[in-house]
């Protein structure tokens, strides 16, 4: 898949930890921001993210994570534990679920930090871009 963004992000260079339980988006995931320049570390669930970032070898600079996945670690209680520990460690969040509403998923939708599935390779890269500036 060709990105149709910049070759180069606006982030270019830094570390984006992805969460996602779904393997081929996971994949693409990677291949879209790895073609931006980005170092690209993946996790299949909120459970292992945890244990990477709770043992200190992420070295992230943001997390993207999707918001509904199994295991006892979703996207929002992952975010709740990043914070817990390492609160300048930005996490953003994607989803195509249709979601109950609740303060914390008002709060991150008013901040903007929701990317809404199915999304286009430059919307992702914008998206990432813009926590970057």
Not at 49 to 54: C, D, K, M, Q, Y
Not at 75 to 85: D, E, P, S, Y
Request: charged share 25%.
């Amino acid at each position: 898949m060709k990105l149709s963004a910049p070759t180069q992000a606006k982030g270019a260079g830094r570390t984006i930890l992805v969460v996602d339980d779904d393997a081929p988006i996971l994949h693409c995931i990677r291949r879209i921001l790895e073609q931006a320049k980005y170092v690209v570390l993946t996790s299949p669930s909120g459970d292992h993210a945890w244990t990477v970032i709770e043992r200190g070898d992420a070295g992230a600079d943001l997390v993207l994570a999707d918001m509904v996945m199994p295991g006892s670690i979703d996207g929002l209680t992952l975010a709740a534990k990043i914070r817990q520990r390492e609160r300048k460690l930005p996490v953003l969040f994607m989803t195509g679920a249709v979601l109950k509403d609740s303060e914390y998923l008002a709060e991150v939708t008013r901040n903007k930090l929701v990317l809404r599935k199915p999304f286009s390779p430059k919307q992702l890269i914008d998206f990432i871009d813009s926590s970057f500036c």
